[in-house]
């Protein structure tokens, strides 16, 4: 189990803080924290979940800068660590940084593990920004942190911000949210409009990728139009254990679809494989809550040729105000025109992002979320717009507690 999650190792002098961190990461006394050098002699480690990425495996690890302190098998034992680890925190204390450190360094480049410098006991001792600068040569992500006084939501933030720029792209590609929900022999709906907007003879990337992912769980998938989709509901014999369909015909589908059959859009499936539902559905709450002058930036990951009414420069902006009934300025951009500066906007509404990676996404993600502004995507929006936001995020239970809670918390 621990091979599939993420693992991180933390290696450093002795007494420089590596449990602490650890403690700090996990917020339990998962390693023993003490004034004497050389206190943790064998690699302890902890499993943790670090959301949207999943589980992660933390190491704490023995310092093996003073070796008189410790025996073959134990250096052994954290070299294995160093070893497995898919990322290095390399800890040292504000001007402290020489032979061993730049070993450590030196070993990750070797093996091609990203490595982040935990700069420790910032408490007692700040970085001057000599220091600072010449760690840069070796990373520029760079963590300054006390376990006296440091808040942890920060620290984690950073790291999951260091771990999605520096993970391989298939660590977090290949997420099926699916796999939780459907198994073998399931039915599931699919519910596809051909109207005027679909391309010709062709059917679209979350559309394609939602059969392929049912294929792989071997499922069936039952493919009909909004126009026939009730007859078809009729005909099958078994109750499909789900209903996909687009968000588009979602106000149709959803009052044909009775309460005990599950019911979700591609965008919610494509939202929680490519991004993070829960963050994305405590997004969509905002949207219940939009006042006179209010801005919202609408961002599409490509650009593409609009149509006279286009989704994201015509239809959105119209939703927005028919819903709300406010005032609302609404900002659109495309493709890599991401703004650095997003603090003046209540909400990101993005598009499902098919031409971006889950790292990408992520990353967008990240970028709103550390400038304290939510998003959420198209699909979900117009789940909000047309009263079934509730019912579509049933089957994330997390994801619809969030949407409840910041709907009450906002309003
Ligand atoms: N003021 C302050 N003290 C710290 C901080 N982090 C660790 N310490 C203290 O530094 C000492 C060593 O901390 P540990 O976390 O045990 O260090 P370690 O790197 O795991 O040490 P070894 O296991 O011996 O290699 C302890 O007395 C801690 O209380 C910090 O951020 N601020
Ligand atoms: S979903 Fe986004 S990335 Fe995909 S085609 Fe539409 S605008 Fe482009
Ligand atoms: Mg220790």
Same mark, same amino acid.
């Given at each position: 189990?621990?091979?599939?999650?993420?693992?991180?190792?933390?290696?450093?002098?002795? #007494?420089?803080?590596?449990?602490?961190?650890?403690?700090?990461?996990? #917020?339990?006394?998962?390693?023993?924290?003490?004034?004497?050098?050389?206190?943790?002699?064998d690699?302890?480690?902890?499993?943790?979940?670090?959301?949207?990425?999943?589980?992660?495996?933390?190491?704490?690890?023995?310092?093996?800068?003073?070796?008189?302190?410790?025996?073959?098998?134990?250096?052994e034992?954290t070299?294995?660590?160093?070893?497995?680890?898919?990322?290095?925190?390399?800890?040292?204390?504000?001007?402290?940084?020489?032979?061993?450190?730049?070993?450590? @360094? &030196?070993?990750?480049?070797?093996?091609?593990?990203?490595?982040?410098?935990?700069?420790?006991?910032?408490?007692?001792?700040?970085?001057?920004?000599?220091?600072?600068?010449?760690?840069?040569?070796?990373? &520029?992500?760079?963590?300054?942190?006390?376990?006296?006084? !440091?808040?942890?939501?920060?620290?984690?933030?950073?790291?999951? /911000?260091?771990? @999605?720029?520096?993970?391989?792209?298939?660590?977090?590609?290949?997420?099926l949210?699916?796999?939780?929900?459907?198994?073998?022999?399931?039915?599931?709906?699919?519910?596809?409009?051909?109207?005027?907007?679909?391309?010709?003879?062709? +059917?679209?990337?979350?559309?394609v990728?939602? =059969?392929?992912h049912?294929?792989?769980?071997?499922?069936a998938?039952?493919?009909?139009?909004?126009?026939e989709?009730?007859?078809?509901?009729?005909?099958?014999?078994?109750?499909?254990?789900?209903?996909?369909?687009?968000?588009?015909?979602? %106000?149709?589908?959803?009052?044909?679809?009775?309460?005990?059959?599950?019911?979700?859009?591609?965008? +919610?499936?494509?939202?929680?494989? %490519?991004?993070?539902?829960?963050?994305?559905?405590?997004?969509?709450?905002?949207?219940?809550?939009?006042?006179? !002058?209010?801005?919202?930036?609408?961002?599409?990951?490509?650009?593409?040729?609009?149509?006279?009414?286009?989704?994201?420069?015509?239809?959105?902006?119209?939703?927005?105000?028919?819903?709300?009934?406010?005032?609302?300025?609404?900002?659109?951009?495309?493709?890599?025109?991401?703004?650095?500066?997003?603090?003046?906007?209540?909400?990101?509404?993005?598009?499902?992002?098919?031409?971006?990676?889950?790292?990408?996404?992520?990353?967008?993600?990240?970028?709103?979320?550390?400038? !304290?502004?939510?998003?959420?995507?198209?699909? @979900?929006?117009?789940?909000?717009?047309? !009263?079934?936001?509730? /019912? =579509?995020?049933?089957?994330?239970?997390?994801?619809?507690?969030?949407?409840?809670?910041?709907?009450?918390? #906002?309003?």
């Open positions: 189990m621990k091979a599939l999650t993420i693992q991180i190792g933390i290696f450093g002098r002795t #007494n420089v803080g590596k449990s602490s961190l650890m403690n700090f990461m996990t #917020n339990q006394k998962t390693s023993i924290v003490s004034e004497i050098a050389g206190t943790t002699t690699v302890v480690w902890k499993q943790m979940e670090l959301n949207p990425l999943g589980h992660i495996t933390l190491f704490d690890t023995a310092g093996i800068n003073d070796t008189s302190l410790l025996g073959a098998a134990r250096i034992k070299k294995r660590a160093f070893d497995s680890s898919d990322i290095v925190i390399l800890m040292c204390e504000a001007g402290k940084f020489g032979y061993f450190e730049e070993n450590i @360094i &030196k070993e990750a480049e070797k093996r091609q593990t990203p490595c982040i410098i935990a700069v420790s006991k910032i408490d007692l001792n700040r970085p001057d920004e000599a220091f600072f600068e010449s760690l840069k040569k070796y990373t &520029k992500r760079i963590l300054l942190f006390s376990s006296v006084t !440091g808040n942890r939501d920060a620290l984690l933030n950073s790291l999951k /911000k260091f771990l @999605i720029e520096v993970l391989p792209d298939n660590y977090i590609e290949n997420y949210s699916l796999r939780n929900i459907i198994k073998k022999d399931d039915t599931v709906v699919l519910v596809m409009p051909i109207d005027l907007g679909a391309p010709r003879g062709k +059917i679209i990337m979350p559309q990728q939602t =059969v392929r049912l294929l792989d769980l071997h499922a998938s039952y493919t009909v139009q909004d126009t989709y009730e007859t078809s509901l009729q005909n099958l014999k078994k109750q499909p254990a789900l209903v996909i369909t687009d968000s588009q015909a979602i %106000k149709q589908v959803s009052s044909k679809t009775p309460q005990n059959i599950k019911l979700t859009t591609f965008s +919610i499936i494509y939202a929680a494989d %490519k991004s993070d539902i829960v963050e994305m559905a405590r997004g969509a709450a905002t949207l219940n809550n939009l006042k006179d !002058g209010d801005k919202i930036l609408i961002s599409e990951g490509c650009t593409h040729h609009a149509s006279s009414d286009d989704i994201g420069r015509v239809k959105f902006p119209k939703w927005i105000r028919e819903y709300s009934k406010k005032n609302i300025e609404v900002n659109y951009v495309s493709g890599q025109d991401y703004p650095k500066d997003l603090k003046d906007y209540k909400v990101i509404i993005h598009c499902g992002g098919c031409a971006l990676n889950r790292k990408g996404m992520l990353a967008r993600l990240n970028k709103a979320l550390e400038a !304290g502004i939510p998003m959420t995507n198209y699909g @979900i929006a117009i789940s909000v717009f047309n !009263g079934a936001i509730e /019912k =579509v995020l049933e089957i994330f239970p997390e994801a619809l507690s969030t949407y409840k809670t910041a709907l009450k918390s #906002n309003g």
